[in-house]
Antibody
């Protein structure tokens, strides 16, 4: 059974940093692209970042470029999102998702809440 | 960047109704269009991928169509468990933008 479990969320002050993790199981993690998607309370889904299967290629939404870094450890079956210079508008539930055929996100984690507030 | 526009933003329907949601891309995205269902407090669930392919385990009352810039999600015979918010997403470009969502409510 495919499982994605996010962790690392919490309360952080503006300008602070946080690292999210997504532990994957039930599939060959090193064969799949992975994504981060976020959702502010009561708002829609926003794509944040993605990484290819070996970690050599990454992309970011303009709103996080230069502040967030996506990475992965295929030996540990874990995806990461390093978030620096956090702003109030980064407050959201962050989901990791597996990138399947044709770019679909076929499995999602349960999400981890990040709150940026003084 | 490719913009995705869904309509309507919300709709009210009754159990048994046929519901149609549309998604328009700001440029051609071929068939790189996917539909998700999200219920409150839950992660999104993939329903349709590549515009018209039904994800495994998803009931056949859900269907998708379209290519290029205009796409449609249809729910035939709406069931109580289908009241949720639906999102389209394009994967044609690296930045996998979502539509703003369509909330399907009980009439």
């Amino acid at each position: 059974e495919v499982q994605l479990v996010e962790s690392g969320g919490g309360l952080v002050q503006p300008g602070g940093s946080l690292r999210l993790s997504c532990a994957a199981s039930g599939f060959t993690f090193s064969s799949y692209w992975m994504h981060w998607v976020r959702q502010a309370s009561g708002k829609g889904l926003v794509w944040v970042s993605r990484i290819n299967s070996d970690g050599s290629d990454t992309s970011y939404a303009d709103s996080v470029k230069g502040r967030f870094t996506i990475s992965r450890d295929n030996a540990k079956n874990t995806l990461y999102l390093q978030m620096n210079s956090l702003r109030a508008e980064d407050t959201a539930v962050y989901y990791c998702a597996r990138g399947g055929v044709a770019g679909r996100n076929d499995y999602w984690g349960q999400g981890t809440l990040v709150t940026v507030s003084a | 960047d490719i913009q995705m526009t869904q309509s309507p933003s919300s709709l009210s329907a009754s159990v048994g109704d046929r519901v149609t949601i549309t998604c328009r891309a700001s440029q051609s995205i071929s068939s790189y269009l996917h539909w998700y269902q999200q219920k409150p407090g839950k992660a999104p669930k993939l329903l349709i991928y590549a515009a018209s392919s039904l994800q495994s385990g998803v009931p056949s009352r859900f269907s998708g169509s379209g290519s290029g810039t205009d796409f449609t999600l249809t729910i035939n015979s709406l069931q109580p468990e289908d009241f949720a918010t639906y999102y389209c997403q394009q994967s044609y470009s690296t930045l996998g933008t979502f539509g703003q969502g369509t909330k399907v409510e009980i009439k």
